[in-house]
């Protein structure tokens, strides 16, 4: 027992580190044996090494065949009685790595007594349950420290077993390391404009640099003039006041500056544009990109032949005809041409007679500028 003291305590001051029960790793566990026998057994206790051969198939669990011999001697007579043990265990860890590992183990087994004295020459099956610590110094070397209890099934006696070795582990394949969480950052919020509005919430993108914004990110207008207070020049206005597009008082008026009137002729009930009258047309786009300030009001009119809503609808269709021959055909800007259909409100002839109905189915082109005053 002296000797087994000794040994846990050199095995506990050496250099220990945590390790891992590797599936499919196989441990060497040579050892030093010293068991306590039955007093019914009058066989003293014995000493004697041994070694077994584990393999772990978990992390938790594992299998040993073990082989241990020991040398007794008769309590009366001092006869020597060798003993000889084969066991199977099951073992059961419960940590799966770290710096000690406790298990418990149980299995089954044969022992024969070998002697001179024929009373104690036999075999017997063992059953054995008990358990014990791994020390861990790294991946691959370890002290064991086992203590069984071993039940002979045919003597119906109790013995025990305590072992103490050092062991060596190799091959297996390491547990999968389970990488910690990735911490998910959500993205900032983005807000295109800088106005500090984010954009799922910004009603009014693109605001002005700088620019003071409610929390719908629209700019805001303190004077209540319609122009916002980035845009607005003439902050302060008095309310209700008419101002220009810097907020300064002032009013639009929209000025005629010339009526063409354009010899685009439609036969009774057509709006398409004959193509013979495109050159009309394009007299009234030379003049607007001469003068680029300006706008133009195409206005379509009819005779006075069927009602005057179907005449509205179609001095409507023969003025957007009209512009859109300015627009598309010769390249002006659609914000500056408009059309509008005046039916048969406006004659400048006798609707009673032939000549004057053709007059009347006519487009007239005003030519128009706002000024401020």
Known sequence: MKRLALSVSMCMLAATAAAENKEGQ??????YVYEHFDDDRYVDDSEGFGIGLEYRFGPHWATEIAVFQTE???????????????????LYYFLKDGVLQPYLGFGVGHGEFDSDIDAFEYGETQLNAGGGVRLNFNEAWSARLDVRAVYSVDEALTDTMTTLGISYAFGGKSSPKQEPPVEVVAAAPMDSDGDGVIDDNDQCPGSTA????????????????????D???????????????????????TMTV???????????NVQEVPEEYQDEIAKVAE??????????????????????????????KR???????LVKRHGIDADRVTSIGRGEESPIADNDTEAGRIQHRRVVAVIQKEVMK
């Not at 196989?26 to 050892?31: D, F, K």
């Not at 010339?258 to 009774?268: H, T, W, Y």
């Not at 003049?287 to 409507?316: C, W």
């Open 26 to 31: 196989y441990v060497i566990n040579p050892a």
């Open 72 to 90: 007794a001697e008769v309590s009366d007579n001092g006869t020597d009685v060798d003993l000889t043990q084969v066991r199977l265990d099951g």
């Open 210 to 229: 700088g620019a003071t914004v409610d929390a719908l990110g629209c700019a805001l207008d303190s004077d209540g003039d319609g122009v916002t207070d």
């Open 231 to 253: 845009l607005d020049q003439c902050a302060g206005t008095e309310v209700g006041a008419t101002v220009d597009d810097k907020g300064c008082v002032g009013v639009m008026h």
């Open 258 to 268: 010339e009526s063409i009137d354009l010899r685009v002729q439609f036969p009774l």
């Open 287 to 316: 003049f607007m990109r001469k003068y680029p300030d300006v706008s133009v009001e195409i206005e379509g009119h009819t005779d006075s032949s069927g009602s005057a809503a179907y005449n509205k609808t179609l001095s409507q």
């Open 319 to 325: 003025a957007d005809a009209v512009r859109n021959s």
